[in-house]
């Protein structure tokens, strides 16, 4: 048979000419994670091809073999983006299967993936790997799926009769010595109940918090805040929000924006949340929590094209990548996992701290927030 010895010259012919081409003749060790890559926002596959044994000229052999690898590329991307979660159990084929507009845009974001790394093989294979960002301006699957509320929600208050936790380090401590200090502290569940107006029979609250064990003889917040305003003379009388639906013989739970902030302590600028242990899942679009159930930060509380642009947050497993936080950043310990292991939750007096901080010196607002996981 003649084909075959064509073909072969062929395929001599393709590995020679490889490097005149542009494309490797030779494998390359480039370090691309196949699959979602969580940690660099992008995902990343392998398609391979061969030309047909009857190509005729070289030229026509390389076409048609990456024209094969490029197909089984986007097959791959097809099947790996189906799969990605994009909150809770809510999957990219989820969505797909109920939203037609999202099914377009998921299509043309894979058929507009990036070749990253072209590769010609020694039996005259071709090789291709391709790539679409998690997040990004151009071309991303966040641009596809997530969606756009119709307003920001604002950032919820802190839980009125319960004292922000207290830190076991202070702006001094080194990142890594405030993530092993916050890994070794413990929880204790406790139950509260505001004091009621008359005696009456007690009632256990149907949503317990879980304070830190150093919480014993701390103020409420409520407590604080009146202590603040008291001791403050220039103070000037703010638009209040209430916080939660208080008794009548509890503390004032009227405050503002300015009161929130008049209590933080560290300047912080982002938070990095320990999640380690809870088997935490990475998501598109996370949610923190506090024990209460209470959401304290979601894509509805941030400005969506950013999100779209840059990520809700970093998944990092190791206590060194954790820049997006900042140099000063707010390290919390996280409770638990709900929705499908994806929203970590954070005990209410540390849930409290992080909105406090933050009604600070914003950094929910602006996405500086990492999740250490494992």
Known sequence: MKVPKIFSAIAAAVILLATSSGVSAVPRTNNFVEGVDWKNQVITVTGEGVAPADAVNYTQAKGLASKAAQADAYRKLAEIINGVRVEGETTVEKMLTT?????LRVEATIKGAKIVDETFLSDGGYRVVMQVPLFGVSNSLAGAVLERPTAIEPFPN????????????????????????????????ESY????????????????????????????L????????QSSLSMQEPTYQTAYNAPASSQPVRRSVADYASMAEGNYTGLIVDCRGLELQPVMSPVIMNSNGTKIYGHKNLDIDRVIR????????????????????????????????????????????????????????????????D
């Open 193 to 220: 109940t505001p004091t009621p107006t008359t005696p009456t029979t007690p009632t256990t609250p149907t949503t317990p918090y879980r304070p830190p064990l150093s919480r014993m003889a701390i103020p409420s």
């Open 310 to 373: 840059e990520g809700m947050a970093d998944y990092v497993d190791d206590t060194e990548n954790v820049n997006r936080a900042g140099t000063n950043p707010l390290v919390i310990r996280a409770v638990g996992v709900q929705n499908f292991n994806s929203n970590p939750v954070l005990a209410v007096p540390d849930s409290n701290r992080v909105l406090i901080e933050n009604y600070a010196t914003k950094f929910l607002k602006d996405l500086k927030v990492v999740f250490i996981f």
């Open 222 to 229: 409520d407590t604080i805040i009146l202590q603040k305003m």
């Open 99 to 103: 939203q037609d507009r999202v099914k």
């Open 158 to 189: 802190p839980v009125a009769e319960v004292a922000p936790s207290s830190l076991p380090y202070t702006s001094a401590t080194p990142v890594k010595k405030r993530i092993e200090y916050t890994s070794k502290v413990t929880v204790e569940e």
